[in-house]
């Protein structure tokens, strides 16, 4: 999804990609998005998007845009039904992902925080609690990657709102990604 946005937006791939590599590596090794948080920042000022949006976009972006977050927990939680052999409707699967969907939003950035929201919500869904509990062994490498993921979801975001409000500087993105090759 993040790739279709990116192109409608009209985003640099080439030096969105090299803007945001150092960044997402912080958030891949420390599974903490306020570990990258900074350097995030700065990259996508560098990048050519506004100290004003990247200001108010990132900081917006790390309570409400938890795109990996979101996408993990609903994969988690069919996960936990199928595993326990229970068939879940149409209905209750789209009760469940707008669950989700309002339960991650605010998700602290702290590694392993899902896994409190995906217990949460197994329990008020009535789900077996122990098919949750067998993530535990996978929830580090995935916490690594969804804490990824909502970071480059993020950039993206300032981005893409920087080209919406026509203050994206496009000189800037071209000379970010020549510095990177060099």
């Known amino acids: 999804m993040l790739y279709p946005v990116a192109r409608i937006a009209h985003v640099p791939i080439g030096a969105f990609i090299a803007a945001v590599k150092e960044p997402a590596l912080i958030a891949f090794s420390t599974a903490s998005s306020e570990a990258a948080l900074p350097k995030a920042m700065e990259r996508m ?6 100290r004003r ?14 795109d990996g977050s979101t996408l993990y927990l609903s994969v988690a939680s069919i996960f936990v039904a199928q595993a326990s052999g229970i068939s879940l409707s149409l209905g209750q699967q789209l009760l469940m992902m707008l669950t989700l969907m309002l339960t991650s939003k605010g998700v602290a950035g702290v590694p392993r925080a899902s896994l409190v929201i995906l217990m949460g919500t197994v329990a008020s869904f009535n789900l077996p609690i122990e098919a949750a509990i067998a993530l535990i062994g996978v929830d580090v490498l995935m916490d ?31 000379v970010t990604k020549t510095a990177e090759a060099a």
């Open 45 to 50: 000022e560098a990048l050519g998007v506004p």
């Open 53 to 66: 949006i990247v200001a108010f976009v990132m900081p917006t972006g790390y309570s409400f845009n938890l």
């Open 144 to 174: 690594m990657a969804r804490t990824t993921v909502n970071l480059i979801g993020n950039c993206l975001a300032t981005v893409v709102m920087a080209r919406w409000e026509g203050d994206f500087d496009d000189s800037r993105a071209v």
